[in-house]
């Protein structure tokens, strides 16, 4: 007979690492095309300008993903979820190494983008059903291992396609996507489920439970000001690093990349320690980091170490925010975990498109500069609606 999670009763560590491992597998697949997008012009035929569009659309893939898919968690067996998701996942992996057509590769990247949203399955899973006094702990290390997968995944894409071309990178994500439905349809238990009533109907309580739960918008905007700061530094740092003194390419910015990975896997320690902490007391230190990360890349303009340096600041930062206002925004209705995180995360999203966009608009005017402004007003919003809190 096979196991049900029930609220508050503890998740197994096995299900945490499963969880953990296929949250990194699964968004990583969204990021596989930025280092290739050169390789797949060339082999389709296309332009420039057309081969970033495949980068876009499995971005509006995953924007789409967040909104309809995340919330049916609350209403419809998770297990299913993840299982369909991934399999048809596989299936547009595999459509993109063998297809000849642009347009069907765009077809396919956008069901990539929107299947690879399981990672916001896995977090609102270890929230609700893990014991009190471990569930900030556990959302933790579902992140860690989210956020490690985004990292480590351009630097995979970049290698794979190198040496043996981008169909075949797209080939062993098919391949590593159907294991992973084999191993959720084996292991992953039932959970209990949240919501009885139409899927119209629980698309419709969203907008009842933004209006219900100003802290979840509260900490929704302050988290998504602070990702978009995160964000304007990775948008233009490709532009900066092919300038004097570096000269370097797109592979050395994948490589920088990897130093995240250090601030990644500390997201479990973080969760550990916020309700000690306290929320507050973490926004604040993490803008503080931003500030810090941000002064050094101002002040040591040239060097790699600064850079080294800051993104580590930044994913340290961002880790502490991220973490202590999700822990906020899962305690306000356990009920409701997936529309929660929905819309903490469609927020999210819009954050880092507004840092995305602030960061080429700065750049296209005042140079690397005009970067390290933007990012430090973005963390300055962030730090002044904390300051503006009644957190504790």
């Not at 690879?116 to 556990?138: C, D, H, L």
């Not at 994500?173 to 992973?180: F, I």
């Not at 009842?208 to 602070?226: E, G, H, Q």
């Not at 602030?358 to 140079?367: M, P, R």
């Amino acid at each position: 007979m096979r196991m049900t999670l029930h609220e508050n009763q503890g998740v197994p560590r096995s299900l945490l690492f499963m969880m953990a491992l296929m949250a990194g597998i699964s968004v990583a697949n969204i990021y596989y095309c930025q280092p290739l997008l050169s390789l797949m012009a060339s082999d389709l035929g296309i332009t420039e300008f057309k081969a970033g569009m495949i980068a876009m659309i499995t971005q509006c893939g995953y924007a789409c993903g967040l909104f309809f898919v995340i919330p049916s968690g609350d209403m419809f067996d998770r297990r299913r979820i993840v299982s369909l998701s991934f399999l048809l996942l596989a299936a547009a992996l595999l459509s993109m190494a063998l297809s000849g057509s642009y347009m069907l590769v765009m077809a396919a990247s956008f069901v990539t983008g929107m299947c690879s949203v399981m990672p916001q399955i896995f977090i609102p899973v270890a929230a609700q059903f893990s014991v009190p006094e471990k569930k900030n702990e556990n959302v933790g290390k579902i992140v860690s291992g989210l956020l490690v997968g985004i990292l480590a995944s351009r630097v995979v894409s970049g290698l794979v396609g190198d040496w043996l071309g981008w169909r075949t990178m797209y080939a062993i994500a098919s391949g590593v996507m159907m294991v992973c439905t084999l191993l959720i349809l084996r292991f992953m238990p039932a959970c209990d489920s949240n919501f009885s009533g139409s899927y119209l109907s629980l698309m419709k309580s969203i907008a009842t439970i933004i209006r219900s739960y100003p802290r979840l918008r509260f900490c929704s905007a302050r988290s998504a000001f602070a990702f978009g700061s995160f964000l304007a530094l990775w948008s233009s740092l490709t532009f900066r690093i092919e300038r004097e003194p570096f000269c370097a390419g797109s592979d050395v910015v994948g490589l920088l990349g990897l130093c995240g990975v250090a601030g990644a896997l500390l997201a479990s320690v973080i969760g550990r320690f916020i309700s000690r902490v306290g929320v507050r007391r973490f926004n604040i230190i993490g803008a503080l980091l931003f500030f810090a990360a941000w002064g050094t890349l101002f002040a040591f303009d040239g060097s790699y170490a600064a850079i080294i340096a800051s993104i580590l600041l930044l994913d340290i930062g961002m880790q502490c925010i991220q973490l202590s206002n999700q822990s906020v925004i899962f305690s306000l209705n356990p009920k409701a975990s997936n529309r929660m995180n929905t819309v903490f995360m469609t927020s999210y999203f819009i954050g880092g498109t507004l840092g995305t966009f602030l960061s080429g608009l700065a750049w296209s005017i005042w140079a690397w500069n005009g970067v390290i402004i933007a990012g430090i007003a973005l963390a300055a919003c962030s730090l002044a609606l904390t300051l503006l809190s009644h957190d504790k």
